[in-house]
């Protein structure tokens, strides 16, 4: 458990969050319809994510 | 249970204190840290007060236009069935500003503009003065029928309580220097707070050398589990923050933005006018926008700025024009209308900075994807009140922290002391 973690394991999941985070934020900009649906998606990714550690019960 | 087990059997003795071996394996060059370390908590703490009231007086304002249906501030032309707004000729502007001039006779026009999302309605401004810096009242115009929906003073209301708070702190009116310093406030509190974001994210990194990402230490002491919730909320919507943090600096900057364009283009547009006498008749409005939409056919009219008010000089309408679609739709082109003849007389493109400020600003705002973008920008926002809230408890439990201590923090280990006892404890 005292093992350090890669840099690799420490950023990919946050690197990925905000790339869809960013996805999203753009993709409304870009265009109505589909677009807002993928910006929905994308955005609600973040909010998921935190939902599932805040909820999960303790490891 | 496993990882349990190894964790207390790793504890070694329970007098040694946790940080010794943490400082070791666990501390990376621990002066750039520290600096950083340093930054995000002073940037933090400048800002967080601000931010906590930039993030509450924002939450209504995601869906003030909702808000303002409610309160009837906003009413929307009725549904008419049949009634194609392309075909039909449109009631008249001049009709409008007839009426709403006989409505306020002691008021003027400062503008008449179309809702970007009601392409049925018009709206006409009005100021107290001749060259008013903010409109004190409007009225909303059917646009197929010409009929008044609405006559509103503006300047008043909870909403507009919340949006000074949230644009000025009521420093001073707009446009006043008193109004911009308190804009210009607010917009170091947010360039306070991008450092801290930034910074935030750059301790993230080697604090989470030890911890699996999304690690909620709960069965520790709270210090703990909200530091560990700090860290999760924190790297999770800082994407999210940091649009939204950037866009609002640049927000605080949109009136000197526009005062700087006015100075330089558009009274270049109208430089030649300058010093003659001003017309005392007018060209129909109704002809006139008729002229910028022959100027710019592919584009519509926003809004259509009066002779004499701020943009327009005295001889001129200016028209102001945009796209159809949602990022054009942001965009505006000055058409410039002789206000006698009502004949086109010149148009031009916007500035690169007014360009970027117009993009800027739905992302500001969430305004841009329908209600589940406003949404989901709401909860954002409450997460992000819960995320300045545990940095300002993480700081106020422990401002002596040693970054030795804070270290031992960082390590799944620490506590394991307490949470052996706490393990004893019968369930």
């Known amino acids: 458990m005292n093992r350090l973690l890669s840099t690799r394991q420490i950023w990919d999941t946050p690197v990925v969050l905000t790339l869809v985070s960013a996805g999203g934020l753009l993709s409304a900009l870009l265009g109505d319809g589909i677009w807002d649906v993928f910006s929905w998606a994308a955005l609600s990714a973040p909010v998921i994510v935190i939902g599932w550690y805040v909820a999960r019960p303790a490891v | ?427």
């Open chain 2, 1 to 427: 249970m496993l990882k349990r087990l190894f964790a207390a059997k790793g504890m070694g003795a329970p007098c040694r204190p946790p940080s010794f071996e943490s400082r070791e394996s666990a501390m990376p060059t621990s002066g750039t840290f520290k600096t950083w370390y340093l930054v995000h908590k002073w940037t933090s703490l400048v800002c967080t007060v601000f931010l906590l009231l930039l993030c509450l007086t924002g939450l209504p304002l995601i869906f003030g236009e909702e808000i303002d249906h409610l309160l009837g501030d906003r009413v929307d032309p009725p549904d008419m069935p049949g009634f194609a707004s392309s075909r039909t000729p449109m009631a008249s502007l001049d009709g409008m500003v007839e009426a709403a001039k006989a409505r306020r006779p002691d008021e003027f026009i400062r503008s008449v503009s179309q809702p970007r999302d009601m392409p049925d309605a018009w709206n006409v401004s009005m100021g107290l003065i001749p060259v008013a810096m903010e409109s004190s009242a409007r009225l909303t115009f059917d646009a197929r029928t010409g009929e008044l929906l609405l006559d509103r003073n503006l300047q008043q209301g909870v909403m507009y309580v919340i949006t000074r708070l949230h644009v000025d702190l009521f420093t001073g009116p707009a446009g006043t220097l008193r109004g911009l310093a308190g804009m210009l406030f607010l917009g170091s509190m947010g360039l306070s707070f991008v450092v801290s974001i930034v910074s935030g994210a750059v301790v993230y990194g080697p604090y989470m050398r030890k911890l699996p990402f999304g690690t909620v230490r709960r069965e520790r002491a709270p210090r703990l589990k909200w530091l560990d919730l700090h860290n999760l909320l924190g790297i999770v919507v800082v994407g999210w923050a940091l649009v939204v943090g950037v866009t609002g600096v640049i927000n605080t900057l949109a009136r000197p933005m526009f005062s700087y364009w006015q100075s330089t283009e558009l009274a270049a547009m109208t430089a030649p006018w300058r010093g003659k006498p001003a017309p005392t008749t007018f060209a129909s409005l109704d002809r006139a926008v008729q002229a910028a939409r022959a100027a710019e056919p592919t584009l519509k009219v926003a809004t259509v700025v009066f002779p004499g008010q701020k943009n327009a000089g005295n001889h001129h309408f200016m028209v102001f024009m945009r796209g159809n679609t949602p990022l054009t739709l942001r965009l505006i082109k000055p058409v410039l209308i002789d206000a006698q003849t009502g004949e086109f007389t010149d148009k031009r493109d916007m500035p690169w900075y007014v360009t970027a400020l117009r993009v800027s600003q739905p992302l500001h705002f969430g305004d841009y994807g329908g209600m589940p973008l406003q949404i989901l920008w709401a909860v954002l926002d409450l997460i992000t009140i819960v995320l300045l809230g545990s940095g300002l408890y993480l700081w106020w439990q422990k401002r002596q922290t040693s970054m030795e201590l804070l270290w031992a923090e960082a390590d799944p280990n620490h506590n394991v002391v307490l949470s052996a006892t706490q393990r004893m404890a019968p369930r």
